[in-house]
């Protein structure tokens, strides 16, 4: 399918109309004119209680008399009781390595102040700021400041004590009303019906037998490949996919619409941007993730969808990953745009198992079949006209947002192998043996055969 030919002055047009003059700015949303409620979160580890929570925009203001937004700053509070017998001291670098210090965030509000203000604005920033050492029976309060993040944020806590650490996992929403997961209600979705607690092979065949593709809204066209599927409750994907550096997504509406074409039209960042509407189980998806790159053109992104069955007592979300290289004006999507996907899926795919690995919230895995096969002879089309190519699988991970699992405890359900996303089919394969010179290196660039004895910089040693 292809889009019909339009002059590019008909796009300008559209998106000047919808921006108002071709405003490409920003709008900030603040919570604090809609009463949302901040969401805090709490854990105790070895008799030390951490709580936490985001300011709004509102709220910041408030508390510092300045706007923290201006400057592109959020304002994190921290709590901590030391009920236990050890001094710990607060690693800063390990919550944001782009936190700033009371000082400096001052200063970016002092060049307008003299004398006493800007005394005053100085001293407020120290005295708001969180200690770094607890001693044992303290209890110490105060705010750490950090590059804003939209809708929420993961914040790895971690505390340093003279021969132990301790470690501190949250994911904090901030909702303002424009995000998709704020409306979730998950035990609404089938209220009335049974969801089926499946095993695990139950499982894999019903995996087996979802529809390929997402759809319309009138089912009448195949889109992206549905290529993914999670086993937990919304709290665990939520916390997991925070804590791998996926962010949540605005809902559709006008504002966010001309913030969308804004981006487009000035290549800037968009890292909460809405997510196009795509169709399973007769309903738009449940919730988007993304993670963005420095413009709106690229991204990684999530659809996601509540399954009509359980495994485990644990919820199934269906969905469908992919990556988003560009964007092009189409009829066809309620922003008036969309992205341009990668075809390889497969890699997105690939990318989004690798963030979980990372983050340590990744239990075990699978790939089921499922999904469409194609390859770059005969590839696949989504709704949109983009071609894509895919192994046919479907990602199976089981996330916890609350525990970490290291790389060599992670269980994975041989259920099907998933062949290198990377290798095309035609690609040329080195092989390990004698006289293959096989290599993708430079005319005149040689590596030396064996390493030829030269010093190993990872490890500073010598190769034998």
Known sequence: MSLPERPAYCWVLAACLLLAGCGASTPRQDSAQGGASNDFRTQTRHDVTVSTTLLTDGQARQVYGVDLADVGLQAIWLRMENRSDHSHWLLVAALDANYFAPGEAAALFTPGLMGEDETRLVQRFNDLAMPLKSPPGAITEGYVLAPRHEGGRYLAVTLAGEKHSLHFDFAVTLPDGTFDFESLEPEQIYAGQVRPDLDLDALQARLRGLPCCTTDKKAQGQGDPVNLVFLGNLGDVLAGLSRAGWSFTHKINLDTVRRLIGAGISGGAYPVAPVSPLYLFDRPQDLALQRARNTILQRNHIRLWLAPFRHQERSVWVGQVSRDVSIKPTLRSPNFV?????????????????????????????????????????????????????????????????????????????????????????????????????????????????????????TGGQNP
């Open 338 to 458: 969309t992205h341009v996907i990668d075809p390889n899926v497969d890699e997105a795919r690939e990318n989004l198992l690798q963030s979980l690995m990372l983050a340590g919230v990744l239990q075990r895995f699978a790939f089921a079949a499922g999904a469409p096969v194609g390859d770059l002879d005969e590839p696949r089309k989504n709704l949109t006209g983009d071609p894509y190519i895919s192994d046919g699988l479907r990602l199976v991970a089981q996330v916890s947002g609350r525990s970490t699992t290291a790389l060599g405890d992670i269980e994975f359900l041989d259920w099907q192998d998933s062949p290198d996303p990377l290798l095309a089919p035609r690609a040329r394969r080195c092989r390990a043996v004698a006289g293959d010179d096989c290599t993708f290196l430079p005319p005149g660039v040689t590596p030396p055969s064996g390493n030829g004895g030269q010093r190993d910089v990872a």
